[in-house]
């Protein structure tokens, strides 16, 4: 059974890779819903971020399909964000949840300069 709230991850996703899904996957064990915030950033990086907002969603939404279909996956797209705020106990927790090695080396650029050849 999942929790009714979403437990919410912000990212480029410039491409979505087997780190981001590991990231998901760690609050998905925990029976937590999510919502990817895919930020549109590609107008004003296009260098750092080659794939439009669209683009990046479509190829989650591909990945993820079985989730989403089973509504405990959701992918929104956002304008760039420049910080992630809050003033006092807002009814939410921030979680950092740290890799191992693996996944914790695992780069998007390094991807991405991998298809450039």
Not at 35 to 42: E, G, K
Request: glycine share 6%; charged share 25%.
């Amino acid at each position: 059974m999942y929790s009714s709230r979403y437990s919410l991850f912000v990212g480029r996703y410039q491409p979505f890779h087997d780190g981001h899904k590991w990231l998901i996957e760690q609050r998905l064990k925990s029976g937590k819903k999510i919502c990817i915030a895919i930020m549109d950033i590609h107008d004003l990086e296009p260098e750092k971020n080659p794939y439009p907002a669209e683009e990046v969603k479509q190829n989650i939404d591909n990945q993820l399909k079985t989730l989403i279909d089973q509504g405990v996956v959701k992918t929104i797209i956002i304008p760039p964000i420049e910080s992630i705020n809050y003033g006092r106990t807002v009814g939410y927790d921030i979680i950092e949840h740290i890799p191992p090695d693996n996944v914790y080396n695992i780069s998007a650029t390094k991807i991405r300069n991998r298809h450039v050849k």
